[in-house]
């Protein structure tokens, strides 16, 4: 696409703003998708520009999945919301036992908004996906006016190859099974949160946004009969293990001294009032694994530098209420419940 | 899921209202997704709340496309944002050449929007994902502020398996090849438009919203080497000559008194002061084809519900300048440009 060039000057990534006719889908258009998302992203499939991308697949079962990131601030530290949607939508197919192939990119961008921070978040979004080895095949955008969004909103979609062999579902969990988390949790919702309050601690807390198919890929190598997994992100730990024994009909048990979470957040989370089970993460995983395969699993995970501080936190059990239990540090006991209100809004 | 049940009141579906809550991935994200997304698009996948969907696809290649939609307002005659962004995926699927297998369903939501109106958009989603033979087998709902966004917006994604033997792309169209429409243009940009501005017009037009991919199929069955496919949304016919143009490096000839445009149409241009070579379009597709198989790509066009109004409208050209020119009415000529700003904003 060369045409736009010859009718309008450059786009100007100092100090331009995003206009409603970037979303027109005529020149304006044209000269955004070629000037940013194509520089950006560019690869044989964008390059045909076509609305959409044609791939032959590796034969065996593919995964579908799609996430909206609405997260606010889009730059906090230790990512911003370009590379938060290519890792969380990577970590979905990743979780259903799957290798990551193609990736889809949707934005929709507020009237305003800056052509230097989209720039900013498009080549994170790039740097995330090369850096995962993920192709962005296919994409849009479409322009709201000034008020009706707020700077720009991201869905990605993934196509993914399960892994042969490989049944890894939410309701597979069993009574005597092990429950794996891959390392400290509660970073990522405490990264967002100190940003977006204007917060400092005395350590500054990352985001542990990260792509985890390759941890996924080795785990499940060396302990193929993985039952669950699952990326613990709105609603932390205790939303996912909610989630799981009420789908697979079991009761979980876990033990408060065995989760790994940093001094850090334990630290931000006593300030704020807030729990670390109920933290988002971006870049940790739990699994579920029948317990004669739960050492070679944890393992695996801690000889990946994504995974070098997992820890065994629990067990499934039989329970026909569903219940997620903990052993408090003090060795009381108490119910992990679901929270019913949102504590974290826009966490991701 | 059954838990959310015991905890819960079930939504209230008339007087209810999106809150922060059911964006939180706890019980009330759960109670949502149950109650509502669930029961509308219910199958075997969704039915797994995982939260990604596997799938055995037919062997070949497939494609991948995604689409946002901004609608503005959700509801318009003919249509409204849940069945326009079911019917724009699975179009730009077909207009790769491709059958559609699958979607997914991503809800970015306001704070506050009415569960009556949620409702009803998904239901029409389900509706029109029914009508069309293919499942949205996996989603994601999330929630904005008031204020920081618009109603709802939907980024529907979709995987489609390519027609073996067809090979259509914008960048195949060759002097000598003929230009088809399928039906009367303009339709979908002036029955939003009319709702917009609380227009009325002697005649109400209706949205030509629909899923063009058996219309595709017809046509590519009786016309296998058609080479450029594509739908002309956002900036009209205009718009789309223009990128099949410049991909191709051809020029573009039309003749105004071929392409069908309805009265009630034309009346709301003139009035409006718009050109319906710029409205978008949501059931209707642009063909080129080869000379030699142009009469029969346009008898099996006319032969189906969408497509009996079918018109070959122009041809092709070699022109370095990649040019759209018209003959109008009048037996004048004129170039059709792109348009670099928006006149109608938000039309899907």
Same mark, same amino acid.
């Given at each position: ?141 479409k322009v709201v006016e000034r008020g009706k969004g707020d700077g720009v ?7 993914? *190859? !399960? ?5 890894? /579902? #939410?309701?597979? +969990? ?8 891959? @390392? ?32 996924v890929a080795a785990m499940i190598a060396a302990a193929p009969d993985v ?19 009420q789908q697979s009909h079991v009761g979980m048990f876990i033990r408060e ?27 940790? *995983? !739990? ?5 004669? /395969? #739960?050492?070679? +699993? ?8 994504? @995974? ?41």
């Amino acid at each position: 696409m060369t045409r736009s060039k010859a009718y309008f000057p450059p786009l100007d990534f100092a100090r331009g703003r995003i206009e409603i006719g970037h979303g027109s889908g005529g020149r304006a258009t044209a000269q955004l998708i070629e000037e940013l998302f194509g520089a950006a992203f560019d690869n044989e499939w964008l390059r045909r520009m076509n609305d959409q991308a044609a791939f032959e697949p590796p034969s065996g079962r593919l995964v579908l999945t799609t996430d909206g990131f609405v997260v606010s601030p889009l730059f906090f530290p230790g990512g911003d919301i370009g590379s938060l949607a290519v890792h969380g939508t990577i970590n979905d197919i990743a979780m259903g036992g799957a290798r990551p192939l193609y990736l889809s990119a949707s934005f929709i961008i507020e009237e305003g908004f800056l052509l230097a921070d989209l720039q900013r978040i498009v080549r994170s979004m790039a740097a995330a996906a090369g850096g995962a080895a993920v192709p962005i095949v296919t994409g849009d955008t479409k322009v709201v006016e000034r008020g009706k969004g707020d700077g720009v909103f991201i869905t990605t979609t993934g196509v993914g *190859l !399960v892994t042969p062999g490989v049944d890894i /579902s #939410a309701d597979r +969990a069993r009574p005597g099974d092990k429950i794996i988390v891959s @390392g400290p949790i509660g970073d990522h919702g405490i990264a967002v949160l100190s940003r977006r309050e204007h917060l400092s601690f005395e350590t500054e807390v990352q985001s542990d946004s990260a792509p985890l198919h390759e941890l996924v890929a080795a785990m499940i190598a060396a302990a193929p009969d993985v039952r669950c997994l699952r990326d613990p992100t709105r609603g932390g730990i205790a939303a996912l293990l909610n989630e799981l024994a009420q789908q697979s009909h079991v009761g979980m048990f876990i033990r408060e001294r065995d989760i790994p979470v940093r001094p850090a957040v334990v630290a931000a989370c006593e300030f704020l009032g807030l729990d670390p089970l109920y933290i988002a993460n971006e870049g940790k *995983l !739990v699994a579920v694994c029948p317990s004669e /395969s #739960a050492a070679a +699993a944890l393992a695996a995970l801690r000889n990946h530098p994504l @995974g070098r501080d997992a820890a065994m936190i629990g067990e499934v059990r039989e329970d026909s209420h569903c219940f997620v239990e903990m052993e408090t540090d003090f060795g009381g006991r108490r119910l992990v419940d679901w929270l019913s209100s949102d504590p974290l809004p826009r966490i991701c």
